[in-house]
């Protein structure tokens, strides 16, 4: 079992930045690949990025490669989003979640999820 909790949202202005957290919980941290996916209001929850369980391998969402990166601490039993030139369009309930070993870009294979931290950019 991994309990997640996200962390780091708030309001922001375009341009700015904001790093998110997801603390977890459990022992077995280190075996679980990490995601990050936002939804806005009105819309599917997507994918923003992956990172494998060593944290050598990183995945985005190809329109936010460059801007946002995604890192873990494995020692803390935390993961990272790091958002960079923020848009308004980046505005949604962003939330993290874990996955035995290898990353994954679709929801429906992420066993476990944090309840969501809410990012919002004004122009």
């Known amino acids: 079992q991994v309990q997640l909790v996200e962390s780091g949202g708030g309001l922001v202005q375009a341009g700015g930045s904001l790093r998110l957290s997801c603390a977890a919980s459990?022992?077995?941290?280190?075996?679980?690949?990490m995601g990050w996916f936002r939804q806005a209001p009105g819309t599917e929850r997507e994918f923003v990025a992956a990172i494998s369980w060593t944290g050598s391998i990183t995945t985005y969402a190809d329109s936010l490669k460059g801007r946002f990166t995604i890192s873990r601490d494995n020692a803390k039993n935390a993961v990272y989003l790091q958002m960079n030139s923020l848009k308004p369009e980046d505005t949604a309930v962003y939330y993290c979640?874990?996955?035995?070993?290898?990353?994954?870009?679709?929801?429906?294979?992420?066993?476990?999820w944090g309840q969501g931290t809410q990012v919002t950019v004004s122009s």
């Open positions: 459990g022992r077995t941290f280190s075996r679980y690949a």
């Open positions: 979640a874990a996955r035995l070993w290898s990353t994954a870009q679709t929801m429906g294979l992420y066993d476990y």
